[in-house]
Structure formats: C-alpha cells, structure tokens
C-alpha cells in the first residue's frame, strides 16, 4: 500500500475498530467518531467536511439579550406556546423586510430550531386531507425530515429535482401531483446538500402547482439569504430572498437562526405560516386537534404537545436579533458571507486536482458558492471515494443518505475550514490525484 497523508495502517485499523461495516455508508455521527479516533491516534488534523454545523461566532446581540432576559427572572415562567410578543413581532417585520411578504405577526412561531418547525409542520400539513396521505420532497434534501416522516408514521414521495430543471420541473410535478395523493411539497432553498437555488421560474412553477393541486408548500429557509450572488442583505430594498410565497397562499416558511445568526445551539426557528392557510379550516384534522384551523392545530395541538413552546431565553435573543437587522443596525448577511469566500477557494482547490463539482448550475447559471458543496473524482463511486480520502485526512458524507441521484457524489461542508488549513487541503488532494491517476 502507498504511504498516504495519514498512515494508513492506523486508519486501516481504525475503520476496522469502527465495526462500520460499509464507510461509505456510515451515518455523520458514526464518520464524526471515527475521524476523531484517527486523529486521536495519528495526532494529524483532518479537513473537516461532515457536519453541517456553524463555523462562526454566535450573533453577539443575541447572547447579551438572552443574559438579560434570564437575569430579569424569565425562567421560572413558561412561555406563551405561540411565542412573546416581541419576537412574533420582529419576525412579522423581517419577513417584510426580507421576502417582501405580508404575514401577520400572530402567522409567525418561535420553533425549537425549524428541526421541531418541520415536525410540527408534517403533523398538521400532511394530515389534513384524508385523501392525500403522501409527501413529496424535492430532493436532494436534509435527511432528518425523512426520520420525521418514519416517526410519524407519514408517507413520502421524492425525485431528484436536478434531472428535472426549469421547464422539465412543471412536467414531472404534474406527472406526480395528478395521482392526487400529495398534501405538501418539502425542498430547501438554498438547498442543503447540493446548494442548488431554484430560479424564480421554477419557484413560480411550484406555486401554480400548489394552487392547480392544492397542496402546501413548505419552503425551508435555513440558509436563508445565503446565495451570494445577489445581495438580500438590505432591508426593505430588493432583491429579496427568493420563496414560493411570491405564487401561493399555500405555504408555510421555516427560518432558522442555525445558520444566519450561528445561533444553532439555542435552537430556535420561526415557522412563518401564510395567512390565508393559517386561518384555513380542514376538517379532517379533528381527527387529532381540538380544532380543525390550519394555524391553531399548529400551535395548540403540534407544538403545545411537543415542547409547549420554545425556550423563554432563546425568544428574547431571536427578537433582539431580528430588530437589530430589521432597523439595519446589523448585516447578518456579511458576517456569513465568509463561507462563500471559503466554498469559492475550497472549490477550485478540488478542481484543480482533478475532481469535479456534481451539482453545478442553477438552470444556465453556475450555482453560488456557500455553506455546501458537492464534488466527485472520475472513476470512483461516493462511497469508495469517502474511504480513500479519510486516508488523505479529509472527511464528507456521500450524497446516497440525501435522496440524490449522484452515486458519485460527496457533500462537503466550508464552515469548519479556514484560510489557513487551504495548502494542506491542497497538497492532500494533489496526492491524492498523483496516486490515482498513477493507479
Ligand atoms: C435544510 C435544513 N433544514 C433545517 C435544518 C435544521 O435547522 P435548526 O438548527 O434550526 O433546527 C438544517 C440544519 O442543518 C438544514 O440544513
């Protein structure tokens, strides 16, 4: 065997150790402490790329006002399960603001992360009608929302939208929606793994859909204003964040301050509801709610029998945080732009040595650099590939556990990677091309 980066007879014994049986398939958290042992015993740093978690400071407003409020004595009260005032409020004005939407302040709920926003969400959307019992998620897409449905006991449909761009996306959904089984449409956008954006066509695509086939539209935003190619970050002045919202009242927006505000620690998200469907009356949800109103199922049925609301504390922060965006006193979105410069680097540097980005244009567009990319090298299958680079010290996950066609594909991550890791990931990656190509 070749002498690699990482010796490879310790990450040859240490996947053994793993008892993983395939590594290729191994779930985050199983790849997560795996590389921790490696790098345990070899002492050598890894190019960190598995976990999708944020690699910059929390928003500093938001921990001052957390500190406040638990100072003032918040905690020993519960909170109202639809969420203070305060935070409803500013998050009415950033959707405003920032998706030039008109969405009441009673429309938007502090969630637990959009992780409880989802699942609260599947319980109410995909229950409503008795006659359509299936979800159809655009996928590639974020695993965990596939756990919920199996938790729930809920169906789902997917496709992998990158063979069905633009025109073709109006085809294959009428293909799928006229079976009349689906109750809600589940994609993310920015897209977590492949950062694909879907183009205002196809977004206008799935909003007339929704309407044709009156079905709901849930629009994850949890990379919210993050495709850098046009610039959302002032408020009330366009261009805005691209949603569904623009074509249909029959939507329901999950933002997260993960991400935005690198926030994920706290956990906490606003599920912002379109009026018209939070008010909306489906008689089959009497079946498990006290009401059969969209919003009110949502909020004294779902999340009052989850959680019975979101942290007191993390509501106070979340608000503090939407105001001081909200009156432009804050440009959440250049603090974040940083995983864009990374993504940008990060990108070439794996081109340059021969591998290939799967995911690559939004319709004739080349797709943004973010907080994911996806990436292949000629000849290997994701899973192989995941293998061979652990022994050049670099780590990501195979796109198979997304949903996505690409077998090849690997989704890395930017936000753990500085500048000043770039030359190892460089010459790391420039072996790894020299023994492959020699083989
Ligand atoms: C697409 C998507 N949705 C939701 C989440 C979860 O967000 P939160 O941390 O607010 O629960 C993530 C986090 O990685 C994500 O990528």
Redesign the pocket.
Known sequence: MKETPIKNSIVAAKIAESKVENVGRASIRELVHLVFEIEKATGEKFIRMEM?VPGLPSMQIGVDAEIKALNSGISSKYPMIDGIPEVKGEASRFVKLFLDLDIPASCCIPTV??????FAAFMVSCRKDKSKDTTLFLDP??P??KQQHHNLGLKYETFDVYDYRGDKLKVKLESILNKGNISTIVY?NPN?PSWICFTEHELKIIGEISIKYDVTILE?L??FAMDFRNDCSQPGEPPYQPTVAKYTDNYLL?I????IFSY?GQ???VMAIGKELFKRKFPDLTEYFSSSSFGHAVVYGALYSLTSGTSHSAQFALAAMLKAVNDGDHNFVETVREYGKRAAVMKKIFIDNGFNIVYDRDEDQLIADGFYFTFAYPGMESEELLEALLYYGISAISLNITGSTRSEGLRACVSLIHFDQFDVLRSRLQQFNLDHTES
């Open positions: 999708g992360g959009s992780m409880q926003g989802s897409g974020f965990v929302q993310s977590n994850d949890a990379y999950l997260s301050s993960s991400k994920a956990r906490i998200g």
